[in-house]
């Protein structure tokens, strides 16, 4: 990452709204921003092929439920923070990951320039890819700040996006399953 480039751009971006660059409380703003993104957006430099390498060998496929993972990205079309839970249900075909692993697959995917369709959708072929489980379900609930905080304003509005792959992209039951594990406590 070119952090004195993300430092030129943000002290850029503050002349062009009008601040003095040069008073006391922004003067080391433009330094601070940019390690800051060095940490929002890790994620590109992380493979979850190699995280999700560690597997453990299971004998039955019974649905395996991760919910209630946060996780914070950034909209690609306004670079402004979308938040929330993600949920992860997948059947596995002998092989399972330590949970912390799917909290972290979730991580790589969050900590790049994003679209929660796209970033769900990534979540879901990342698992497929790499377990190769009879079906993987992804559902991100997030709140956009892009959207609550300008634009529309509409504050603790939640878009919920969903992935199916495999198993659960044909058949209901195994949906209705999980949601309903979802609405558990
Ligand atoms: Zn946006």
């Known amino acids: 990452m070119d952090q004195e480039k993300i430092k030129q751009a943000i002290e850029l971006l503050l002349e062009g709204i009008g601040e003095d660059v040069s008073r006391e409380g922004l003067k080391d703003t433009p ?29 039955d496929s019974e649905m395996v439920v991760e919910k209630d993972i946060t996780f914070y990205s950034l909209c690609e079309h306004h670079m402004m923070p979308f938040f929330g839970k993600a949920h992860i249900a997948y ?44 079906g993987v379900m992804v559902v991100l609930e997030a709140e956009h700040t892009c959207m609550t905080m300008r634009g529309v304003k509409k504050p603790g509005s939640k878009t919920v996006t969903v992935a199916t792959r495999g198993a659960f992209a044909v058949r209901d039951d195994l949906r209705e399953q999980f949601y309903s594990l979802l609405k558990m406590g």
Request: glycine share 6%; hydrophobic share 40%.
């Open 31 to 59: 330094e601070r921003i940019a390690r800051m993104y060095e940490e929002i957006c890790s994620g590109y430099d992380q493979d979850p092929a190699k995280i999700l390498s560690r597997v453990f060998t299971v004998p």
């Open 91 to 134: 059947i596995p075909k002998g092989k399972v990951v330590g949970i912390s692993k799917l909290a972290r697959t979730v991580e790589v995917f969050a900590k790049r320039l994003q679209v929660q369709e796209r970033m769900c959708g990534q979540i879901a072929d990342a698992i497929m890819d790499n377990l190769s489980p009879e």
